[in-house]
């Protein structure tokens, strides 16, 4: 495996002490795994032979900075209640409605328990890689309100790096919330994008989601989208995409409880 992607390069990103241990020991297990073939049958008929980490370098961090104004892709989230900018995977800009009735927690916020209660444990050698580098945020919904809608746009920037963006949704009980995802890069600016976006919708949530993948031509991305529904939620989750050189999402739904439901769309719409 590259040193770039070394267990020492993990346990130097800034985090409190949980997610640095977290980071640690997801490096240790991707240090001592391979890398996916299409002889698995997971990924059969894929192109996962292609990628080569050899090639590329982890995402420097990103220090925050005002830029939704000026951002081109913020338009598209009007009207939203909540917006959230991330750039190569780390936030960097968040405006909120007033009276929106959502939180959004950075690492320092979050309790170690807020990772992995929906995607539960792999041994899947890439979100090993993931969990090692990512920088993660929460969007959490108060029990019995509605969180409206919000809208995380995740930028691309830096050529020859590969990012991790991770969003975890938590809709509390009796609450209700949309929230959108679009994934952009330019064309021309070579990345590669390994996002988990984990989804929980506690007993009688509402949850909606969808994600819009507008990647450049040169774009790698493999996605996860994993949730988990208690008795009586309902979600609903869907996934259009529309660039990149090679785009996939694996999708894991928990339906968990009594009574709970989920719909679940995608949609590739390639060229050439």
Do not use: K
């Amino acid at each position: 495996m590259t040193t770039d992607f070394s267990i020492d390069a993990a346990g130097a990103l800034p985090g409190p002490d949980w997610l640095v241990a977290r980071r640690r020991a997801a490096a240790e297990r991707f240090a001592a795994a391979e890398l996916p073939t299409a002889e698995e049958e997971v990924w059969r008929y894929s192109r996962i032979g292609e990628l080569d980490l050899s090639t590329w370098a982890p995402a420097p961090v990103v220090a925050p900075a005002s830029r939704l104004a000026s951002d081109e892709l913020a338009a598209l989230a009007d009207p939203a209640d909540t917006v959230i900018l991330t750039v190569d995977g780390h936030v960097v800009d968040t405006r909120r409605r007033d009276g929106a009735e959502v939180s959004v927690n950075a690492p320092a916020d979050l309790e170690p328990d807020t990772l992995g209660r929906a995607i539960g444990t792999t041994d899947d050698p890439l979100t090993a890689l993931h969990d090692a580098f990512c920088t993660p945020i929460e969007i959490t919904v108060p029990a019995g309100t509605d969180g409206g809608r919000v809208v995380v746009i995740h930028r691309f920037e830096t050529a020859d790096v590969v990012t991790f963006p991770r969003l975890v949704v938590h809709a509390g009980q009796g609450s209700q919330a949309t929230v959108v995802e679009v994934f952009a890069s330019a064309d021309g600016c070579r990345t590669l994008a390994l996002p988990i976006t984990e989804l929980v919708a506690d007993r009688d949530a509402v949850l909606r989601h969808a994600t819009i993948q507008v990647l450049g031509d040169t774009s790698w991305q493999i996605a996860r989208i994993a949730s988990i529904v208690d008795q009586g939620g309902t979600l609903r989750s869907s996934t259009a995409a529309f660039g990149g050189d090679y785009a996939r999402v694996r999708v894991d739904t928990d339906l968990a409880g009594r009574g709970a439901h989920g719909d679940i769309f995608a949609g590739y719409f390639g060229t050439g």
